[in-house]
């Protein structure tokens, strides 16, 4: 019974055409689909933000647009690396601690990497900027 009643295979001669207040009505109804719909929105929408702003800061503030596919390439690659890994540091780490690890080490090391390019005097070496920072 339920074969038939779910199955690709039957043909219907009449094509039905639903409203698009009966499709989002369809959408809502259905939480598993909902929800999945709202987190591949955010991800889209805090993706695009990020990459705006990865482009303005590569092309207007560090003056060298030409490292911006470096800058994705490598985020690409860690990305790939933590999914690899999660696994393993969820047996060894909460959840809880990989999630505030994850939010705040960003930060740092954006804070890190714009102290050693851009925190250095003319002149001034590179490893003087790593002690005294």
């Not at 109804?29 to 800061?57: D, E, K, Q």
Request: one cysteine or more; proline letters at 3%.
């Amino acid at each position: 019974m339920c074969m038939r009643r779910y199955s690709s295979s039957q043909t219907t001669t009449k094509s039905e055409q639903h409203s698009l207040g009966t499709v989002l009505s369809m959408i809502t109804r259905n939480r598993p689909l909902f929800v999945l719909l709202i987190m591949a929105l955010a991800w889209n929408l805090a993706y695009s933000i990020i990459t705006a702003f990865a482009v303005y800061y590569f092309k207007y503030v560090f003056g060298r647009e030409d490292l911006f596919p470096w800058y994705m390439a490598f985020a690409g690659v860690a990305n790939l690396i933590t999914i690899v890994l999660f696994p393993r540091l969820v047996r060894i780490f909460s959840r809880q601690v990989l999630w505030l690890s994850a939010s705040v080490l960003p930060v740092l090391l954006a804070l890190c990497c714009s102290r050693l390019l851009f925190g250095r005097r003319k002149g001034q070496c590179l490893s003087h900027c790593l002690v005294y920072w």
